[in-house]
């Protein structure tokens, strides 16, 4: 089992809902997150006063995935979440232990 976390731009977040639905994912987290990496921030005007955005706004996604699932969730997310423009992302992929299912006491695959 896989715990992948995706950092995409937050206008996506439908779009690559709906392509991880076609490709059989059943659930994910998602959190509004603040960050920044190659594109350092951006400076805005607010009422005449310029003023620097350090850190911008993204979405952070978290899959719980099977070994057989992984391929197919990270191939879809390149494709739709891409704009071709600096900001677009990241995923990271870690390994996961254990899954419990809360209310029922599944374990391992069984609990995703």
């Known amino acids: ?3 992948l976390t995706a950092i995409i731009k937050p206008f996506k977040l439908d779009d690559v809902r709906e392509a ?3 490709v059989g994912v059943q659930g994910l987290t998602v959190t509004e997150v603040r960050g920044f990496g190659r594109q ?3 400076t805005e005007l607010y009422r005449g006063a310029e003023y620097v955005v350090d ?3 993204k ?3 978290e899959l719980a995935l099977g070994d ?6 990270v191939e879809t997310l390149v ?3 891409n704009t071709g423009k600096i900001g677009d992302g990241k995923i990271f992929i870690a390994d996961l232990e254990q899954v419990i299912r809360i209310r029922t006491g599944e374990t391992g695959r069984e609990a995703l």
């Open 59 to 61: 979405l952070k996604i």
């Open 68 to 73: 057989d699932q992984v391929d197919a969730v």
């Open 1 to 3: 089992m896989k715990l």
């Open 40 to 42: 350092k921030g951006h």
């Open 20 to 22: 991880l639905a076609a």
């Open 79 to 81: 494709k739709v979440a």
């Open 55 to 57: 850190f911008l706004p």
